[in-house]
Nanobody
Framework: VQLQASGGGLVQPGGSLRLSCAASGFTFSSYSMGWFRQVPGKEREFVASISWTGGNTYYVNSKKGRFTISRDNAKNTMSLQMNSLKPEDTAVYYC??????????????WGQGTLVTVSS
């Protein structure tokens, strides 16, 4: 099982980034997926999740309207479009498979993370 997150980088406040997660080694289309983020010294926190069909999406309240999660089961990929980025969005972003829950413990597989830095 492999989850490869990519797309992170340095962006100015107000800018946008699109994160991608490429999955392999399991039946991606049968798994709900999620994005989490973590800053040093803090717990990993839920950002968004999407059901295995893509028909249901969930967001932490503070990200609604700025972040959009999506998936392409034909390509075994998931994405997180992040707009109007703020310095407080700076974190390592992880993709995970196995749930739509907000709790990280509910997910079975994790990617290695991609760093997003929002700074002028």
């Amino acid at each position: 099982v492999q989850l490869q997150a990519s797309g992170g980088g340095l962006v100015q406040p107000g800018g946008s980034l699109r994160l991608s997660c490429a999955a392999s080694g399991f039946t991606f289309s049968s798994y709900s997926m999620g994005w989490f983020r973590q800053v040093p010294g803090k717990e990993r926190e839920f950002v968004a999740s999407i059901s295995w069909t893509g028909g249901n999406t969930y967001y932490v309240n503070s990200k609604k309207g700025r972040f959009t999660i999506s998936r392409d089961n034909a390509k075994n990929t998931m994405s997180l479009q992040m707009n109007s980025l703020k310095p407080e969005d700076t974190a390592v972003y992880y993709c995970a498979a196995g749930s739509t829950n907000t709790r990280a413990s509910e997910y079975s597989y994790w990617g290695q993370g991609t760093l997003v830095t929002v700074s002028s």
